[in-house]
């Protein structure tokens, strides 16, 4: 692969933020359509909210153990071992069909379950059977994915493969099952193991001319690197499943207030708001790929750079692009989304009240998401999970304090809350551990040695060559 790429400027950063943001944003946009299509019948679309985030239970947990992917694959290229990041993934491949063997268990369980329920019920534990049987597809495409994002190398020809195809077959399937042929929800989850199925098959097309032979990267799998792979991965999985049942929580409060409520936070939170928050999110992959790399390294000055380089170019691509159109359109959208009637005048009011307080949720959420990648790409994971089990407590003490029954602008302010008390914390520590100190060696290069990269810590001065510690034994004998 020959010499790692100058991971701060502008020209490889934009791409690879842009990439990633369309990765999330056509991936998303299936969801979206789901939520179209279903949007006259309240009770499914609260159904389909529902069941889609207990789904990310599981999905949060296996996906961030792959997810260490892109960071341990970062480091290895910053650090020159191509041999290295091929080897990581391969094993982000192993862990993928591990947590893929977990989905089909809970296909299974959920298979029987539908012989004993009907209705909304039976159409919910369809749609779960369906997301379980995704899963492996779903996370050996985010392994593949994760190699080229450490390498900085998400390109024209891996983003047409991982989400422009699967996104037409996504969208085709959603229209044939939620419409003609009415299969509600369980066939929204059809339609999602569709294009599962379609961008795993692409990405491993495409990963076999980078990669060369995936079996042998399986069939030979590196213990220590699985083992420390798995190690920093399920701290991620951990903190990502309690984020997660933040969010689950949230769904249920909703769903207590009643199935207009639920209906407009799933056709705002989880339908329109991801195309909005497409751009801070490839802010932060691509922060997280090139903080790690900058690790790699050991260049605490370059890790500084990328952080303030990748901060400004998301910030205006997350803020001005996609809310500017959401000013411009926010009501046309969610009025044709809805329909007419009284129960859609009523979807639609909520959904516009909804959307200013995401409005401002999305400050906290882009901090959150950003300030993460980068201490992710240290190796603190382990504060992030202290820090998200804080917010997650801060979450419920709100939603106990505050009277009930909770209608939707006082739910999202507890969650807005919430989400900024969890960014007061990230912020804290990214100050107290590194920017701080950062900001001084913006100017310094290669002067010094690092003392402890993997926890923030800045170049300690270095002498104009280093001596082994017989040569200072010696040195002291002789100044005696």
Sequence with gaps: MGKPVDTFTVRILLPQIVSHALIFAVQNAGGLAERFFLAANTVATAS??????????????TANVVNVCPLVVGRRIGDGDDAGARAAAGQALLLAGAGGA????LAAACGIAAVFV?????????????QGLALTPLLATRALLGYFAGTMRVGSRLLAAVSLVPVVLHLALAWLLTGPLAWSVAGAGLARLGAAVTAAAAAFAIARGELGSLRNLICRPNKALLGAMLAEGSVLGLQQVVAALLVLLLYLMANRAGTITSAALTLTHSGVYPLLFCFAWGGSQAVGAAAAQAVGRGNPGELARVAWRCLALSAML?????????????????AWLVGSGPVGEEVLADCVRLMGLLAVFFVFDFAVNFLSALLKAVKEQGYLLKATTIAAVVFVVLLVVLPSPLDSAHLMAAFITT??????????????????????????????????VGTLC???????????????????????
């Excluded at 977990?102 to 268990?105: F, L, R, S, T």
């Excluded at 803020?319 to 969610?334: E, K, M, N, S």
């Design 458 to 480: 800045l170049p300690v001065e270095a002498p104009e060559r280093r001596s082994n510690p017989a040569e200072l034994k010696s040195a002291l004998v002789l100044s005696r």
């Design 48 to 61: 389909l909210g529902l069941s889609w985030t207990v789904f990310c239970l599981l999905h949060a947990f």
């Design 102 to 105: 977990v989905g089909v268990v």
């Design 318 to 334: 997350a803020i001005i692009l996609p809310w500017g159109l959401f000013l411009a359109y926010a009501r046309p959208t969610f």
């Design 118 to 130: 009907a209705g909304p019920s039976r159409d919910a534990v369809l749609f779960l059977a369906t």
């Design 419 to 452: 989400q900024a008390a969890w960014s007061l914390l990230l912020i804290f520590k990214v100050a107290h551990r590194w920017m701080a100190t950062s900001l001084r060696s913006l100017g310094r290069h290669d002067s010094g040695v690092v003392a402890r």
